[in-house]
């Protein structure tokens, strides 16, 4: 069975500081993987994705991830933390069923 | 075109109300899944319906839940006998099923409220 986990429900930033969402996966073949976003009172939009090919995924506003295979992660990073980046964000693995992680909430620090 | 639409946005239910929550996919999605999102909790999978295949009530929480999808389009969610325990927002996603990608497209959600 495949499993999500996202490492802290809360993370804290500085406005301009690095953010890094912890993401690791559990399954047996190597599935396909997301990060989305969840603004206050909205659904879920989709920040990138990681399907086949080229290890580093750029997404919207910034963002981008890293799928390491030997450490079964994908972690999200942003450079320099903006005060809009802050809402949920959701780590979700694919194959052949969707799995979310429970999610990180980033708080952005002016 | 537009994206998945979910109605109503908000609802409020006494304790023991029937509810009805609609979701209207993306045109020509044929994938459609229903989540809950409790307050603080992450997305509990609910049900997914995948063309004319039977459905896949997994995540159903007990049988006071049920789902149909008709002409493969409009889906609804109905809550028997509402508990406050059902308060939660109700997330619809669909998504073309021919893309390997499995990437989901969301609706806005609905929030329900069991007074």
């Known amino acids: 069975a495949q499993s999500v986990t996202q490492l802290g429900s809360h993370v804290s930033v500085s406005e301009g500081a690095l953010v890094l969402l912890r993401c690791n996966y559990s399954s047996s073949v190597p599935p396909y993987l997301f990060w989305y976003v969840q603004y206050p009172n909205q659904g879920l939009q989709l920040l990138l994705k990681?399907?086949?090919?080229?290890?580093l995924v750029k997404g919207i506003n910034g963002f981008e991830a890293e799928f390491k295979k030997s450490e079964t992660s994908f972690h999200l990073t942003k450079p320099s933390a903006h005060m809009s980046d802050a809402a949920e964000y959701f780590c979700?693995?694919?194959?052949?069923?969707?799995?979310f992680g429970t999610g990180t909430k980033l708080q952005v620090i002016p | 075109g537009a994206g998945v639409s979910q109605s109503p946005s908000n609802k409020v239910t006494e304790k023991g109300k029937d509810v009805e929550l609609r979701c209207d996919p993306i045109?020509?999605?044929?994938?459609l899944y229903w989540y809950r999102q409790s307050l603080g909790q992450g997305l509990e999978f609910l049900i997914y319906?995948?063309?004319?295949?039977?459905?896949?009530k997994s995540g159903l929480p007990s049988d006071r839940f049920s789902a149909e999808r008709t002409g493969g389009s409009v889906s609804t969610l109905t809550i028997q006998r509402t508990q406050q325990e059902d308060s939660a927002v109700y997330l619809c996603a669909s998504r073309q099923a021919s893309v390997q990608s499995y990437e989901q497209y969301f609706g806005p959600g609905t929030r329900l409220t069991v007074t």
């Open positions: 979700a693995s694919t194959y052949q069923k969707v799995t």
């Open positions: 319906f995948q063309g004319n295949s039977a459905p896949d």
């Open positions: 045109s020509g999605h044929t994938a």
């Open positions: 990681y399907t086949t090919g080229a290890t």
